[in-house]
């Protein structure tokens, strides 16, 4: 005879295995969960750019706030660029109207980059620990563009 | 009773074959699909490893050839033929951010069929320094032409030539750190400017400037050089190096459209002695390393070790001086 308590012990373990297993066998789509521009309002040049290319400018241009919080490596400082944000976007006029800067269809590390903060942003990470990643892993390939 | 027997008797089963599940599913590999990069790329490109533990991958390639190589020279490309999957198993010793990537120049942007494996586990990690050119405090995206001075030359400076007057040139001429912060150009200001020289005609010093740069390296670090140019760079910049790569045209049209210096350019024809006697090899290095900034040319610091990337500078400068082995 078992007890009610093992009975309810081991119901229990079969709820968190089945729990674990379907978590393990789920897919997700990479963007689902993240708040992006839609795809429409992307310049010509970025719509036909590679998948990783026309997400990361759909991320940047939905996340002015966290993305003008994360640096760039690739050596914009020198242009005036002051995060990875400047990118992708050159200037929002007053009514919100992005005018997109090409240099990230051509950038290596911007991409990278911009990949990395979207992958930890659905992981929950905040914009200090994104930072932090970022700064550890790209600082050995050039000079930050933020102070 | 028996209900409540057949209940539990029914979970249990559901239980066994929930774990059986499981591990079937830790020990089946993960299949990576590659399509061109406009179409996706590697999918996924991103995958978790622990230190010491097999990664099995069974990989795919949906639509045309490609190949899958991981950096750091962890394993060499490996064909991908379309409905022919491929399985390889991969075991990492250190932890760390490892890229897998494509050398099959399938379209434009094959250099972003990028991803990168998450190794994750006991051991050290490397604390990065920064690079050479930061340390050095060089800038690498000044222009590095020679512009109208005169080369003093009339053809390819010959390493050979320059040997018959080792006798003459000093020691410090060769070392490590001299070569690696002077252009050819400004070694060959040094040396003519060295009254010990001064019975070497202008073209007779830029011999002595191959012979340095031939010093720099050795053949083996020539023959690695021009292998990994000649799978990853050759798409771009050419067989021969003259910027006429079979994407050379098509970026040559973008960066027209674009009039954007910091966005994509035609390919560095590295023939062009303006270019590139110009240009220092700690540049080059920095270049390939962080890649150009916007132009097109993607950041290979992930992807070669530091001596590759020593022994691809080392081949560029052979588009320029005649080597003897």
């Known amino acids: ?147 | 009773m028996k209900t409540r027997r057949f209940v539990i008797w029914t979970f249990a089963c559901f239980a066994l074959a929930a774990l059986v599940a499981a591990w079937s599913f830790s020990h089946q590999p993960i299949t990576v699909h590659a399509r061109i990069a406009e179409d996706g790329g590697f999918m996924p490109d991103h995958l978790i490893a622990r230190v010491g533990e097999p990664l099995r991958l069974r990989l795919i390639a949906d639509d045309v050839e490609h190949t899958f190589a991981v950096g750091q020279n962890i394993m060499p490309p490996v064909l991908l033929k379309p409905g022919e999957p491929v399985e390889i198993t991969l075991t990492f010793d250190k932890p760390g951010t490892y890229t897998f990537y494509t050398t099959t120049p399938s379209s434009l942007n094959f250099w972003r069929m990028r991803g990168v494996i998450e190794v994750v586990g006991n051991g050290k990690t490397q604390i990065a320094e920064p690079p050479l050119y930061v340390q050095l405090g060089l800038d690498l995206d000044e222009m590095h032409e020679a512009g109208e001075k005169p080369l003093g030359f009339s053809h390819p400076p010959s390493a050979a030539r320059g040997e018959t007057f080792e006798r003459l040139i000093a020691p410090t001429y060769f070392s490590r750190d001299n070569y690696v912060i002077y252009s050819p150009m400004e070694m060959y200001e040094k040396l003519r400017a060295d009254p010990a020289l001064n019975s070497l005609r202008d073209d007779e010093i830029w011999d002595v400037v191959a012979f340095i740069w031939e010093k720099n390296t050795n053949p083996v670090g020539l023959e690695e050089g021009r292998k990994l140019y000649q799978t990853n760079c050759a798409a771009c910049h050419g067989e021969n190096g003259a910027g006429d790569g079979q994407f050379a045209d098509e970026m040559k049209a973008i960066a027209e459209q674009n009039q954007d210096e910091h966005s994509i350019q035609p390919p560095t024809d590295f023939t062009n002695p303006e270019h590139l006697l110009e240009a220092k090899p700690a540049i080059e290095h920095g270049l390939i390393l962080r890649g150009g900034m916007g132009t097109g040319m993607p950041m290979w610091g992930s992807i070669f070790t530091d001596e590759q990337i020593w022994n691809l500078v080392a081949y560029l400068y052979s588009f320029q001086f005649e080597y003897q082995k």
């Open chain 1, 1 to 147: 005879m078992i007890s009610k308590t093992r009975q309810l012990l081991f119901l229990s373990l079969i709820a968190v295995l089945w729990t674990a297993v379907l978590s393990a066998c789920s897919s997700q789509n990479k963007t689902d969960d993240l708040k992006m521009l839609p795809a429409e309002q992307m310049p010509a040049e970025v719509q036909s750019a590679p998948v990783m290319v026309q997400q990361a400018y759909q991320f940047a241009a939905a996340n002015p706030d966290l993305m003008k919080q994360i640096p760039c490596y690739c050596g914009c400082g020198d242009v005036g660029h002051t995060s990875n944000y400047d990118c992708y976007v050159s200037h929002v006029d007053d009514k919100g109207v992005i005018t997109f800067d090409n240099h990230a269809l051509g950038c290596s590390i911007c991409v990278d980059i911009t990949q990395d903060v979207m992958r930890m942003t659905r992981q929950g990470k905040s914009a200090q620990e994104i930072r932090t990643y970022i700064d550890a892993t790209y600082s050995k390939y050039g000079s930050s563009n933020m102070p």
